[in-house]
């Protein structure tokens, strides 16, 4: 390599400053442009609602041809029955809900653009109730319902325009200096702005979920308590929050007892209040 000390890391730190840069660039475009639901953030979209939907059923599909679905129709019935109430508080008539059950061990949930959810068995225990579920499922309809995956599309687009800009500048380096500081950059823009975006987005959904439950009539207490639970059923083994894309489990408990106020006030409003709802470990059997 013919690049001296000094020089790489000026370099590198020129790569740093310029996905520094790609933060703000990204910070600038969102100005004006639209805003999420209950937080009303303003947010980043560089592609059609329609589109996002699409490409959500084609990957429902593919999920659901890959993973075997539950045959516990008690399950079932409660996934789609509380599905069904969060959707009709959701304000997405544009969305074909469907609500599925996958007999599985990991603990998760997901819902794609378009209302295509599905929740794993193995979340099931740490719900513990109808509105732990609730918990679960509204967290996930939030993050459909903001079109966060259309979101991340979009910052990626971004972030991949900046780095083709970056090699542009850089084409008369050696390659070696060239990877270097394409590296840098890489990792610059990854945690100090893909990264943070995506736990933001965990949070909002988080916001808007606690919303929705209250007014499909769940306690929306149980949402605090259920990222508690959750911590305890990890034994401790979670990533730094900087290296991941959620925010720490205590710090979600924490920003949803802030917002449960409001929540509450919500849930005293709704036509009809479910509470906890049915006990999941008395209606269900699980088979893992």
Known sequence: M???RPRLSTFIRSAFIFSTLTGLLIGFLVVGCQTAPVTERRQLLMMSSERENAMGLTAYQEVLQDEPLTKDEQMVEMVRRVGKRIAAVADRPDFNWEFNVIESETQNAFCLPGGKVAVYTGILPVCQTEAGL???MSHEIG???ARHGGERMSLQTVQNTARDALKYVMQEKDDDTQKIILAAYGAGSQYGAILPYSRKHELEADHIGIMLMA???YDPSEAPAFWERFAASKDGQT???FLSTHPSDAR???ALRELLPEAVDLYQR????????????KAVSFGI
């Open 2 to 4: 013919n690049v001296s």
């Open 134 to 136: 609730a918990v679960v």
């Open 143 to 145: 993050h459909a319902i």
């Open 215 to 217: 007014k499909a009539g």
């Open 239 to 241: 990533p730094v929050e």
């Open 252 to 254: 979600r408990s924490a």
């Open 270 to 281: 709704a036509p009809e209040k479910i509470g906890s709802g049915e006990t999941i470990s």
